[in-house]
Structure formats: structure tokens, C-alpha cells
Antibody, heavy 123, light 108 residues
Framework: QVQLEQSGPGLMKPSQTLSLTCAIS??????????WNWIRQSPSRGLEWLGR?????????DYALSVESRITINPDTSKNEFSLQLNSVTPEDTAVYYC?????????????WGQGTTVTVSS | ENVVTQSPGTLSLSPGERATLSCTAS???????LGWYQHKPGQAPRLLIY???NRAIGTPDRFIGSGSGTDFTLTINRLEPEDFAVYYC??????????FGPGTKVEI
């Protein structure tokens, strides 16, 4: 059974860098058919896909246009986890952040989700 | 970017009734890469439907996904009390990006 466990701080100040980690059990971050995603949810914007990392003979990333200039998603094969970094946060980045798996066989669906991390950006 | 819209924004129904939720994309959705998710407060979203019409493991058969191209529908037959939630559609486009619709709230 695949499980995703998120960790990271919940309170931040404007201009800081948001860093979250998603630990994987029951699957491998290096699987060549799976993609590992970050999504956030806020009352004003609903669900917003942020980006993903995946291995296809080499590591690849795709990012949402809305955050492309500020986001980095990296795998850590030694710990079997992946991380999200979002630079220069503002109060508009206040949201619940989720990691999720695209298993590769279901037309880019997201079948397993982390528990969610509430991130508040406030001075 | 493929923009996704959903209608209606809110659907007010009673248990036992049928819910019909619509999802429209501004461009053709790549090879049926369309999913539906159920989201309840305090929980992670739950995958219900993938590939436009395939039920995920554990999805009751009262949930039916249909559609192709740019227009998709989620039908919930005989609403159960646990079905009252927000429903999102999600597509994957040729630029390798995923986008979610704004959601439809199904309320009593």
C-alpha cells in the first residue's frame, strides 16, 4: 500500500522560501512510470496543480505557469522522498499543500495523496 | 494553457436524487486525460474517475463519468449523505501540465 507522509513548517513570513517534503512508502521515487506531484488548495483558488518530478532515464520536471519562476521540485533517492521549494512567498501562497502520486496507468490521474500541510504566510 | 470550467458552481439536492456535474475544457483534452475528484473539508481529495469514464478502486458504481473532446460529465445516481462534497475535474494537456476546474459544490 502506497503512503505519502508530508513534513514542513506551517507558518512563514513574506519573502521567505517555503520548503516541504513528501516521504514515500510502498513505491519508489525513481520508478520510471510514476510521477510525483505537488498541489495546493485555497478557498479563493480551489485546487491548483503546482508541478511534478519524474524519472524517464533522466530526471524531468513540469511546472505550472503561475509559479514557474519561483518553484523547484527535487527528488531525493537516498531517502525515497521528494521536496517542494517555493521562493519569495506572499500571503497569496497561503494554502493547504498536498503531495500526490500519478501512477502512470490512469491518464495522469492522482491516486494517492499526502495528508496535507497548512501553510500560512503572514508578517 | 487548457482552461477548465465547471458548472454549476453549487448544486442543491436531496439524498436519493441525481446530480449532474459538467466540466468543459477550452481545448481538446489529450487522449481522455480527464479525472474527477471528491474533496471534503479536512481531508485530502479522493480520485473517483480517471480516463473520463473509469472508476478508481473503491468508487461506488453510482458514480458515472462520461464525455470526450472538450465536454465531460460526472453523474451521481441516488445521492447518499456521504456524497455531499466539492467535486473537481482535472485534465492533462499537451504541454505536460495538469489543471483543475474551479469545482462544483454538491450541498443538501
Amino acid at each position: 500500500q502506497v503512503q505519502l507522509e508530508q513534513s514542513g513548517p506551517g507558518l512563514m513570513k513574506p519573502s521567505q522560501t517555503l520548503s516541504l517534503t513528501c516521504a514515500i512508502s510502498g513505491d519508489s521515487v525513481s520508478s520510471n512510470s510514476v510521477a510525483w506531484n505537488w498541489i495546493r488548495q485555497s478557498p479563493s483558488r480551489g485546487l491548483e496543480w503546482l508541478g511534478r518530478t519524474y524519472y524517464r532515464s533522466k530526471w524531468l520536471n513540469d511546472y505550472a505557469l503561475s509559479v514557474e519562476s519561483r518553484i523547484t521540485i527535487n527528488p531525493d533517492t537516498s531517502k525515497n522522498e521528494f521536496s517542494l521549494q517555493l521562493n519569495s512567498v506572499t500571503p497569496e501562497d497561503t494554502a493547504v499543500y498536498y503531495c500526490a502520486r500519478d501512477p502512470g496507468y490512469c491518464y495522469s490521474c492522482l491516486d494517492v495523496w499526502g495528508q496535507g500541510t497548512t501553510v500560512t504566510v503572514s508578517s | 494553457e487548457n482552461v477548465v470550467t465547471q458548472s454549476p458552481g453549487t448544486l442543491s439536492l436531496s439524498p436519493g436524487e441525481r446530480a449532474t456535474l459538467s466540466c468543459t475544457a477550452s481545448q481538446i483534452v489529450h487522449s481522455g486525460h480527464l479525472g474527477w475528484y471528491q474533496h471534503k473539508p479536512g481531508q485530502a481529495p479522493r480520485l473517483l474517475i480517471y480516463g473520463a469514464s473509469n472508476r478508481a478502486i473503491g468508487t461506488p458504481d453510482r458514480f458515472i463519468g462520461s464525455g470526450s473532446g472538450t465536454d465531460f460529465t460526472l453523474t451521481i445516481n441516488r445521492l447518499e449523505p456521504e456524497d455531499f462534497a466539492v467535486y473537481y475535474c482535472q485534465q492533462y494537456d499537451m504541454s505536460s501540465r495538469l489543471t483543475f476546474g474551479p469545482g462544483t459544490k454538491v450541498e443538501i
